[in-house]
């Protein structure tokens, strides 16, 4: 064989085994798919290339509520000068991250809105951000020590309750059967009615609740610094004391009626430590060496009339003796809604509230205010 017919028939070889090579298939770069996570719920997923399942939703809201409608001096149709409505326009965005580990689920959770009101006023709300360990929170979210914060659709007029988001520290130990034992570190800022110095020491919360099918209840007790500047504490006088507030409730479904119907009752009462018992802030929780005491009563209902339609009805009464040298205060509200969903997460609803506050030496306020809402929640 000559050499020439060699070189041919390797050339041959290189050609026939090079084709065939560009016939073999290509493997794909890999991808990553998102993966639906159902350990914690519906509408979780899987982050892609993580063990961490995410949730993410969102709330627009609009409404306009036309404020106080008593024609008196403090009543915005009263006075020139001042708003009849307030129209609001809001954006929500909720992301809750869970990621299970040896030692309890190590969960964060972010909830924040911006607003625009009458006249393009815009502003951003950071609502909630906590990280939850096991049964340790730490973060931005609602009082340990709250217990019901209303049932009306709206809430056109305060009520006499305990309503506050705070930034904290807190353990909870569930002792199975629905009960648990929840102990806190709260910002006393979010808590002080009068004029306070500054931070020194934060609240402490303890909250004793059972969770079962017939509904809720709590017991909730806080320690507060009352701790007041400097104008009124003559800079050297020492005039600390130690503010306190106890609470109970409860919040009981109604077999009879719809899913979702329920009624709810609680009482407060508090000494040195007002913003436990009412959001009303026209009082104080001191006067020199003394403290305001006071107490506060509420109820509510809530019945799902039909499948889309629910109804709601909140009232509550507050009783303030106020530290020598003040006004004692009472006041009551109440406040009912009416709400239609006719699709899933979508509800349109209206909403009408009264409230009286009758200050001593000063004569009483009435109140009344009507508002619609239109929510899309996703």
Same mark, same amino acid.
């Given at each position: ?67 106080? &409608? ?93 309503? &506050? ?117 026209? &009082? ?95």
């Amino acid at each position: 064989m000559t050499f020439k017919s060699l070189m041919l028939g390797a050339a041959a070889a290189a050609a026939a085994t090079t084709a065939q090579a560009a016939d073999l298939p290509v493997a794909p770069e890999p991808v990553d798919y998102v993966r639906v996570c159902d350990a914690y719920g519906a509408r979780f997923y899987y982050i892609p290339g993580t063990e961490t399942c995410l949730r993410v939703g969102g709330r627009v809201r609009t409404q306009v509520v036309v404020n106080n &409608v008593l024609d008196n001096d403090s009543s915005p149709w009263g006075n020139r000068d001042e708003d009849g409505y307030s129209w609001l326009a809001r954006g929500y965005l909720y992301l809750d991250a869970r990621t299970a580990t040896e030692f309890g689920t190590l969960r964060s959770y972010i909830a924040m809105y911006g607003s625009s009101t009458n006249g393009d006023n815009s502003s951003f709300t950071l609502d909630n951000a906590y990280i939850q360990w096991g049964g340790l929170t730490a973060g931005r979210l609602t009082s340990n020590f709250d217990i019901f914060t209303g049932q009306a659709f709206i809430g056109v007029v305060d009520r006499d309750w305990s309503d &506050v988001t705070t930034n904290q520290i807190a353990y909870t130990a569930a002792f199975g059967n629905g009960f648990s034992a929840t102990i806190a570190l709260e910002d006393r800022s979010s808590r002080e009615y009068g004029d306070y110095g500054g931070t020194r020491a934060p609240d402490a919360v303890v909250a004793l609740g059972v969770s079962q099918g017939w509904g809720s209840a709590q017991l909730s007790g806080a320690l507060h610094q009352v701790y007041p500047d400097v104008a009124n504490n003559n800079a050297t006088s020492g005039e600390d004391n130690l503010g306190w507030a106890i609470g109970g409730g409860a919040v009981i479904n109604l077999p009879f009626a719809n899913s979702g119907s329920n009624i709810f009752f609680q009482g407060f009462y508090a000494d040195g430590a007002l913003a436990y018992i009412t959001t009303y802030d026209g &009082v104080a929780d001191y006067n020199g060496d003394d403290t305001s005491t006071g107490y506060s009563l509420s109820a509510g209902a809530y019945i799902q009339a039909t499948s889309t339609i629910g109804l709601a009805l909140d009232g509550s009464y507050a009783d303030i003796d106020a530290a020598a040298g003040l006004n004692d205060v009472t006041r009551y509200a109440i406040d009912g809604s009416v709400q239609w969903e006719p699709v899933s997460g979508f509800v349109l609803g209206a909403d009408v509230g009264y409230a009286n506050v009758d200050v001593d030496t000063q004569g009483d306020t009435d109140e009344l205010l009507f508002g619609v809402r239109m929510q899309r929640t996703f």
